[in-house]
């Protein structure tokens, strides 16, 4: 029964799940009560929990992976298991491209009359004119100036999509067992990341300080930041993810056939990347 | 395919013991346990707000709760149904049967599936602690149209947003869970088409959860920050608009209704067979049925939103296409028909719950086609008949399918027979009570009666009063059904492995109860 070879891994019984639900609800429940005025105590206990969780569990999942406990058909579930859950970040993400989509199309041409809302345009916001980007017929957040898609933006593309070669030339590193190649890769690619990170955090400052651009600014505010933003977050988790590997390969982990970890932290970021394509085209460019 | 597995310290010695052997589980049939105890709780919770709006209910006029707080009863019923008793208990079902019934040792993945759990009672709480909070709970009702969920909402709605945000986490994990095992978990000889149609149901169910969950999560998450960021989402002085909430909803909310139906079709393709002591008649058919309902589904949700205003062109699409699914339900209705047909059939408890089903839940889809008439819909929209009309589907078609399956796995779970005699009892009960309570609904929703109005003007006092008395019958016969539930875990004759003298699959070739560890080694599947 306990043969250890070809056998389906099945972990024992674990405390990591309730302690992450357990995090998870004082995040969350900590959360909604500072937004109406209570501590933040309770939310940054639950992220300390959660925290701490990512490292027991994960740590648990290396421990096991390093024993030799995973063959095949466990990598086959892993990889299923990575692949459907960045499906879910897609369709996430489309919500909030739909909501783009939708003002753009529909909910600002209406309010500016167009289709059969004449009157609406007439006798609600008679001169209002509807062109992207905007900030709504009662110039929500006031004057302010839309991001253009050629200075920072452009430079954050070529810097992604760099960062998608580095990976694959880690990649290639640690398949054909050059450490030097994988760590060098890596260490490019978390570079990259970071990099990205800190011109959008310029970037958002400048809009909040120079341009009055911010997340109240109307629609357009909305949409620009809550897309940007929600990317910035997934870039962050991304980079992190990566270092985590950068870690793991300085330390020896992985091998040529058995780098599941490796491969699934690199689709991530290629996911984040693809996501970016789409906000530089249509967040930034075609405005 | 797997021969063989291994354990880390086996399972059975020096594993956890009392409350900790749950809360660190991760065994498959302990997580359906979890699932569906939390479902039978969350039903009762529910239930209990239901009969709060039936006393209501009872006789016109304003007797039992201030308004608010009956919309928030409305409200939290139907979210707690929802998301609390319906999806958890398929998934319940899930876990315990989808092993068995493909020959793994357990789900694809085992650690995840118990935080899949373990996320619901913390979120369930989160969700009923808003009851308690100043301004009372979420009163918008369970589909929280904007700007009422975020202008003119209470406090606690982003305690109810929260929620959402797990109540969907644990969705995706668990579907996840689903999809790889359905994949790569099957014996040997298990190909896809061979697999039995509880699976194959759950399969396409998995597929729907990752997509459309997501898409709530982010319907949730523009009301937060509508609410307390100044976004303008649904604010059209920002550019924005109040419908939009509406699509992002039902692009969430309409393939979520087949997510509730589609593992109860299952449930009824399995004991169907089994007491007609027939192949399931036409299973590949079913087979595309389900794909195309799950298709389809995606592509009608606006037939939800045919008086909220949108151009003439989408209004016809959309009731096109909404009917168009009249076919694949149709097909499935057809091959149960079908398969009963020269069946030596009996009627054993189970079988009367799925037999209950076909024609009940075949009412709850002919008044969903009069609803999906555009024109016709602008008279029916928002009144007692859109009431009717989705409790005849889910209550008698996906919590029936549910009850059913209890009684149809429930000695294969427990190694005891559940008692026949208490069996009828409850199914005649609950079937005519349920009728009592919803078809009367028809009448006065045709008659113009809103939905979600504490009050109401006096010629609908008659069938009112009729539906509440059939009402608090309905509530009373799932009291009853905890009582045997409990009693035939306690005891019981001994079931034997077959259980049931039509039944055929993998799950019936296991002793009943079924060991803590099954198909440790596949079974062949020829």
Known sequence: MSSSNGGYYLPAPSHWPIVGSLGMFLLLFGFASYLHGSTSLIMIAGAAIIIVMLFGWFGTVINESLAGKYNNQVDVSFRMGMAWFIFSEVMFFAAFFGALFYARMYSVPWLGGASNNVMTNELLWPTFEAIWPTNGPAAVGGEYHPMGAWGIPAINTLILLSSGVTVTWAHWGLKKDDRTQLILGLMATVALGFLFLGLQAYEYHHAYTEMNLKLSTGMYGTTFFMLTGFHGLHVTLGATMLFVILIRSMKGHFTEEHHFAFEAVAWYWHFVDVVWLGLFVFVYWLV | ?526
């Open chain 2, 1 to 526: 395919m797997s021969t063989a597995t291994t354990h880390d310290e086996h399972h059975d010695h020096g594993a956890p013991s009392g409350l900790m052997r749950w809360i660190t589980t991760t065994n498959h049939k302990d997580i359906g346990t979890l699932y569906l105890w939390f479902a039978f709780i969350m039903l009762l919770i529910g239930g209990a707000m239901a009969m709060v709006i039936r006393a209501e209910l009872f006789q016109p006029g304003l007797q039992v709760v201030d308004p608010h707080f009956f919309n928030t009863m409305t409200t939290m019923h139907g979210l707690i149904m929802v998301f609390g008793a319906i999806m958890p208990g398929m998934v319940g079902l899930a876990n315990w049967q989808i092993p068995l019934m493909i020959g793994a040792p357990d789900m694809a993945l085992p650690r995840m599936n118990n935080w899949s759990f373990w996320i619901l009672p913390f979120a369930g709480t989160m969700l009923l602690s808003t009851l308690f909070m100043e301004g009372g709970g979420p009163a918008f009702g369970w589909t929280f149209y904007a700007p009422l969920s975020t202008t003119f909402a209470p406090a606690s709605t982003d305690f109810f947003i929260f929620a959402v945000h797990m109540l969907g986490f644990s969705s995706i994990m668990g579907s996840i869970n689903i999809i790889a095992t359905v994949l790569n978990m099957r014996a040997p000889g298990m190909t896809l088409m061979k697999m039995p149609l509880f699976v194959w149901t759950w399969f396409i169910t998995a597929f729907l959860l990752i997509a459309v969950m997501p898409v709530l999560a982010g319907a949730v998450t523009m009301m937060l920050t509508d609410r307390n960021f100044g976004t303008s989402f649904f604010s059209a002085a920002g550019g924005g608009d109040p419908v939009l909430f509406q699509h992002v909803f039902w692009f969430f909310g309409h393939p979520e209704v087949y997510i509730m139906i589609l593992p109860a079709f299952g449930v009824i393709s399995e004991i169907i067979p089994t007491f007609a002591r027939k192949k399931l008649f036409g299973y590949s058919s079913m087979v595309y049925a389900t794909a195309s309902i799950a298709f389809l589904s995606f592509i009608v949700y606006a037939h939800h939103m045919f008086t909220t205003g949108m151009p003439v062109a989408g209004e016809l699409y959309f009731m096109y296409a909404t009917i168009m699914i009249a076919v694949p339900t149709a097909v499935k209705v057809f091959n149960w028909t079908a398969t009963m047909w020269k069946g030596s059939m009996t009627f054993e408890t189970p079988m009367l719950w799925a037999i209950a089903f076909v024609f009940l839940f075949t009412i709850g889809g002919f008044t969903g086609l009069m609803m999906g008439i555009a024109p016709a819909d602008m008279q029916y929209h928002d009144t007692y008949f859109i009431v009717a009309h989705f409790h005849y589907v889910l209550v008698t078609g996906a919590l029936f399918a549910m009850i059913g399956a209890f009684y149809y796995w429930m000695p294969k779970w427990s190694g005891h027979m559940v008692s026949e005699r208490l069996g009828k009892i409850h199914f005649w009960w609950s079937v005519i009570s349920v009728n009592v309570l919803f078809f009367p609904q028809h009448f006065i929703g045709l008659a113009g009666m809103p939905r979600r109005i504490p009050d109401y003007s006096l010629q609908f006092a008659d069938w009112n009063m009729v539906s509440s008395l059939g009402g608090f019958a309905f509530g009373l016969a799932q009291v009853f059904f905890l009582f045997i539930i409990i009693k035939t875990i306690r005891g019981g004759k001994a079931a034997t492995s077959q259980v049931w003298e039509g039944a055929h699959g993998l799950e019936w070739t296991v002793p009943s109860p079924a060991p803590y560890h099954t198909f440790e080694t596949a079974p062949e599947v020829r």
